[in-house]
Nanobody, 131 residues
């Protein structure tokens, strides 16, 4: 059974940084879109950043472009999200997800809103940014 376990959330002041990690196990398909999604109270879940494991292409939401960086350590089966210059509006539960994919175009689609197309989800890690 596939498992995605997030860690690294916490509370920081605006302008600070956090690095989220997602340890993945038993991903058996050849290529995936792996990414980070977030959901604030009373809001829809939204895509933050996605990476295509087949070619390493990365995709970011406009709201985090230039501040967040998604990366993957294949040797550790771990996905990361480095978050810098954090803002109060970044406060949310952050989820790691993986979806079987055969190309980067699908990653762009899930980032843009088709998040329910992802096959596996972690339980989330809470990020709180104070002003």
């Amino acid at each position: 059974q596939v498992q995605l376990v997030e860690s690294g959330g916490g509370s920081v002041q605006a302008g600070g940084s956090l690095r989220l990690s997602c340890a993945a196990s038993r991903l058996s398909y050849s290529t995936y879109c792996m990414g980070w999604f977030r959901q604030a109270p009373g809001k829809e879940r939204e895509g933050v950043a996605v990476i295509y494991t087949g070619g390493g292409g990365t995709y970011y939401a406009d709201s985090v472009q230039g501040r967040f960086t998604i990366s993957r350590d294949n040797s550790k089966n771990t996905l990361y999200l480095q978050m810098n210059s954090l803002k109060p509006e970044d406060t949310a539960m952050y989820y790691c997800a993986a979806g079987r994919a055969t190309g980067g175009a699908y990653c762009h689609t899930v980032l843009a809103g088709y998040y329910y197309g992802m096959d596996y989800w972690g339980k989330g890690t809470l990020v709180t940014i104070s002003s």
